[in-house]
């Protein structure tokens, strides 16, 4: 089935093309911030949230009719990762991650283990979404750990290693986007973090820009953190966001 027909983009909203970063530490903030974000149809779990409730926490979203973006960014040997990738198709996100550092051979074995386990069921496999660099990252960073390449040509070289691996999309920063979505298959989908509101401060990520500019230059889908979750009035602040975008064709 073509990924557009399994993530029909074109047909979701503003709103529905935000993923909202569950980054607390409990069921009871997370469950919160799902109550108080009703417009909101993708939520992100990240690692500290997945190790603090566990897979049933992820299931209990799922049953409140949210679609759930599983961010544990992946990097083992291929075996483990293919059997990691087993347990969580059984859980039933909509998307997931892995570092396209782990190499071909790992992200194969990832695609085999959705392809694998969907081969007789009907409901929609997981997206498999490529990590590149970091958006924390910087030159200096990538220099000191022994790539010799720009970040932007890091990015790119790897964007397409995971294209060639099959996977289903990307997850790069706003910075570079515009230049991945040259490169890539249009059926490729673009997540962009590292998204900053005009009105909000960047904390550590150091490649950010605002939800416009991220649309704007090819993102499918931007996820959002902390302008959102950290403020007194999330319904609020995440409402601020449409308004910057919902003009945009």
């Known amino acids: 089935m073509p990924l557009r027909e399994t993530l029909p983009i074109s047909s979701f909203s503003w709103e529905e093309r935000i993923i909202v970063a569950l980054d607390v530490a409990s069921r009871t903030e997370a469950l919160r911030l799902i109550t108080l974000l009703p417009q909101a149809k993708f939520f992100k779990v990240g690692l500290r949230l997945f190790v603090a409730e566990g897979p049933e926490f992820v299931e ?3 049953k409140r009719g949210k679609e759930v973006f599983l961010d544990l960014k992946l990097h083992d040997i291929p075996n483990t990762v293919g ?3 087993e347990e969580i198709v ?6 997931m ?3 396209v550092a782990g190499g071909r ?8 283990a959705v392809q694998n386990l969907n081969a007789s069921k009907k409901k929609y496999p997981p997206l498999l979404l490529g990590v590149t660099v970091l958006t924390s990252l910087t030159p200096p960073d990538l220099q000191e750990i022994g790539v010799a390449l720009e970040l932007s040509q890091q990015v790119v070289r790897l964007a397409r290693l995971a294209e060639e691996c099959g996977l289903d999309g990307l997850i790069c920063s706003p910075q570079e986007v515009g230049e991945v979505r040259r490169i890539v298959n249009p059926e490729m989908i673009l997540i962009t973090p590292g998204i900053r509101p005009s009105w909000s401060t960047k ?5 950010v820009t605002t939800p416009r500019e991220a649309f704007q230059k090819g993102a499918d889908f931007i996820v959002v953190g902390r302008p959102i979750i950290a403020s007194s009035r999330p319904h609020e602040a995440f409402s601020r966001i449409v308004e910057e975008i919902k003009d945009l064709t």
């Open 60 to 62: 209990e979203i799922i």
């Open 83 to 85: 059997q990691t990738v």
């Open 203 to 207: 904390n550590d990520q150091r490649r």
């Open 90 to 95: 059984n859980l039933g996100v909509r998307m």
């Open 105 to 112: 051979m790992m992200m194969k074995r990832a695609v085999e």
């Open 97 to 99: 991650t892995l570092h």
